[in-house]
């Protein structure tokens, strides 16, 4: 199983819109629960977003609620984030990840399958 991220890689201003993409190949994503993970310099990955796909709940940190949306097509077996009003802090690179069941949705544990990372570079 391969994971895909796309969409970073270029510099956005504050209060820009950006969309991520994550494209899964080996693997139909229908059996996946996928989210949404990102590391700023110096620190710690951390959780952003995540999805359930049996209850169709999904998930935010508390610092980008309101502002990010995860969405996902099936038939693409693609996952998207979709940012919006970014914040210079919103700079990291950002990391798709699949899992069969992430009952702990913001642990990196309950995720099999990493994508490589995305760049999001915000400026002020």
């Known amino acids: 199983v391969q994971l895909q991220a796309s969409g970073g890689g270029g510099v956005v201003h504050a209060g820009d819109s950006l969309r991520l993409s994550c494209t899964v190949s080996?693997?139909?994503?229908?059996?996946?629960?996928m989210a949404w993970f990102r590391r700023a310099p110096g620190k710690e990955r951390e959780f952003v977003s995540a999805?359930?796909?049996?209850?169709?709940?999904?998930y935010y940190a508390d610092n980008v609620k309101g502002r990010f949306t995860i969405s996902r097509d099936n038939a693409k077996d693609t996952v998207y984030l979709q940012m919006s009003n970014l914040k210079p802090e919103d700079s990291a690179v950002y990391y798709c990840?699949?899992?069969?069941?992430?009952?702990?949705?913001?642990?990196?544990?309950?995720?099999?399958?990493w994508g490589q990372g995305t760049q999001v570079t915000v400026s002020s």
């Open positions: 999805d359930n796909r049996r209850s169709g709940n999904m």
């Open positions: 080996g693997r139909t994503i229908n059996n996946l629960d």
């Open positions: 990840a699949a899992g069969p069941r992430n009952t702990d949705y913001d642990m990196e544990y309950e995720y099999d399958y």
